[in-house]
Protein backbone atom coordinates (compact mmCIF):
# COMPACT_ATOMS: atom_id res chain seq x y z
CA UNK A 1 0.00 0.00 0.00
CA UNK A 2 2.77 2.18 1.10
CA UNK A 3 4.54 1.56 -2.15
CA UNK A 4 1.57 2.38 -4.71
CA UNK A 5 1.15 5.80 -2.83
CA UNK A 6 4.71 6.38 -3.31
CA UNK A 7 4.03 5.83 -6.88
CA UNK A 8 1.21 7.44 -7.03
CA UNK A 9 2.45 10.52 -5.81
CA UNK A 10 6.05 10.57 -8.25
CA UNK A 11 3.37 9.94 -11.33
CA UNK A 12 1.58 13.22 -10.32
CA UNK A 13 4.81 15.13 -9.47
CA UNK A 14 6.26 14.28 -13.18
CA UNK A 15 3.24 14.70 -14.82
CA UNK A 16 2.87 18.57 -13.03
CA UNK A 17 6.47 19.15 -13.89
CA UNK A 18 6.02 17.87 -17.69
CA UNK A 19 2.88 20.41 -17.72
CA UNK A 20 5.11 23.26 -16.46
CA UNK A 21 7.87 22.48 -18.53
CA UNK A 22 6.11 22.47 -21.87
CA UNK A 23 3.76 25.80 -20.74
CA UNK A 24 6.52 27.66 -20.60
CA UNK A 25 8.47 25.91 -23.67
CA UNK A 26 5.83 27.05 -25.70
CA UNK A 27 6.00 30.71 -24.73
CA UNK A 28 9.75 30.84 -25.84
CA UNK A 29 8.99 30.98 -29.45
CA UNK A 30 6.10 33.15 -29.33
CA UNK A 31 3.95 33.82 -32.43
CA UNK A 32 4.93 36.81 -33.96
CA UNK A 33 3.37 40.19 -35.22
CA UNK A 34 2.13 41.43 -38.11
CA UNK A 35 4.95 43.79 -39.61
CA UNK A 36 4.51 45.91 -42.55
CA UNK A 37 7.38 48.16 -44.31
CA UNK A 38 7.38 50.45 -47.55
CA UNK A 39 10.32 50.46 -49.09
CA UNK A 40 11.28 52.97 -52.06
CA UNK A 41 14.70 52.43 -53.65
CA UNK A 42 15.96 55.18 -55.71
CA UNK A 43 19.23 55.11 -57.51
CA UNK A 44 21.46 53.01 -54.69
CA UNK A 45 19.50 54.15 -51.78
CA UNK A 46 16.68 52.59 -49.90
CA UNK A 47 14.72 54.24 -47.30
CA UNK A 48 14.08 53.04 -45.21
CA UNK A 49 17.50 51.00 -45.27
CA UNK A 50 17.40 48.51 -42.19
CA UNK A 51 13.72 47.22 -41.79
CA UNK A 52 13.73 45.42 -38.43
CA UNK A 53 11.21 42.82 -36.80
CA UNK A 54 11.81 39.76 -34.35
CA UNK A 55 11.72 36.16 -35.24
CA UNK A 56 8.22 34.47 -35.99
CA UNK A 57 6.77 38.14 -37.42
CA UNK A 58 4.96 37.90 -40.55
CA UNK A 59 6.27 40.68 -42.64
CA UNK A 60 5.03 41.86 -45.47
CA UNK A 61 7.34 44.18 -47.87
CA UNK A 62 6.78 46.16 -50.30
CA UNK A 63 9.69 47.79 -52.75
CA UNK A 64 8.57 50.68 -55.18
CA UNK A 65 12.04 51.92 -57.41
CA UNK A 66 13.20 54.29 -59.81
CA UNK A 67 13.61 51.67 -62.53
CA UNK A 68 13.16 48.48 -63.39
CA UNK A 69 15.32 46.12 -61.19
CA UNK A 70 15.22 43.15 -58.79
CA UNK A 71 16.20 43.64 -55.07
CA UNK A 72 17.28 40.41 -53.82
CA UNK A 73 16.44 39.91 -50.36
CA UNK A 74 19.82 37.26 -49.01
CA UNK A 75 19.46 34.80 -46.35
CA UNK A 76 15.48 34.40 -47.49
CA UNK A 77 16.70 34.38 -51.35
CA UNK A 78 13.51 36.58 -52.21
CA UNK A 79 13.36 38.47 -55.25
CA UNK A 80 11.51 41.44 -55.67
CA UNK A 81 11.43 42.01 -59.21
CA UNK A 82 10.14 45.64 -59.70
CA UNK A 83 8.34 45.76 -63.62
CA UNK A 84 9.17 49.24 -63.86
CA UNK A 85 9.88 53.27 -62.60
CA UNK A 86 7.22 54.24 -60.03
CA UNK A 87 6.00 50.57 -59.48
CA UNK A 88 6.18 47.98 -56.49
CA UNK A 89 6.10 44.87 -55.48
CA UNK A 90 4.93 42.87 -52.65
CA UNK A 91 6.11 39.65 -50.52
CA UNK A 92 4.33 38.26 -47.69
CA UNK A 93 6.71 35.81 -45.54
CA UNK A 94 7.87 34.38 -41.96
CA UNK A 95 10.93 35.98 -40.49
CA UNK A 96 11.80 32.37 -39.46
CA UNK A 97 15.86 33.11 -39.29
CA UNK A 98 17.38 35.61 -36.62
CA UNK A 99 20.37 37.82 -38.08
CA UNK A 100 21.08 40.71 -40.45
CA UNK A 101 20.19 39.82 -44.39
CA UNK A 102 21.49 42.16 -46.91
CA UNK A 103 19.11 43.93 -49.46
CA UNK A 104 21.06 44.18 -52.73
CA UNK A 105 20.35 45.25 -56.24
CA UNK A 106 21.12 42.32 -57.93
CA UNK A 107 22.31 43.36 -61.72
CA UNK A 108 25.04 45.39 -59.68
CA UNK A 109 25.46 43.61 -56.57
CA UNK A 110 24.92 46.78 -55.04
CA UNK A 111 24.00 46.57 -50.95
CA UNK A 112 21.07 49.47 -50.38
CA UNK A 113 19.98 47.56 -47.23
CA UNK A 114 20.13 45.48 -44.50
CA UNK A 115 16.95 43.46 -42.88
CA UNK A 116 17.43 42.18 -39.51
CA UNK A 117 15.54 39.66 -37.46
CA UNK A 118 16.10 40.11 -33.67
CA UNK A 119 15.32 36.31 -31.67
CA UNK A 120 12.76 36.43 -29.72
Known sequence: MQRSRLLIVIVVVVVFVAAGAFIALRGIGGAGKNVTFNLSVNGTTMSPDNPTVSQNDTVTMTI?????????LHGYDIPFEVPGPGQSVTHT??????????????ETSKQVGTFTVNPR
Open 64 to 72: TADKKEEIH
Open 93 to 106: FKADKSGSFDMEIE
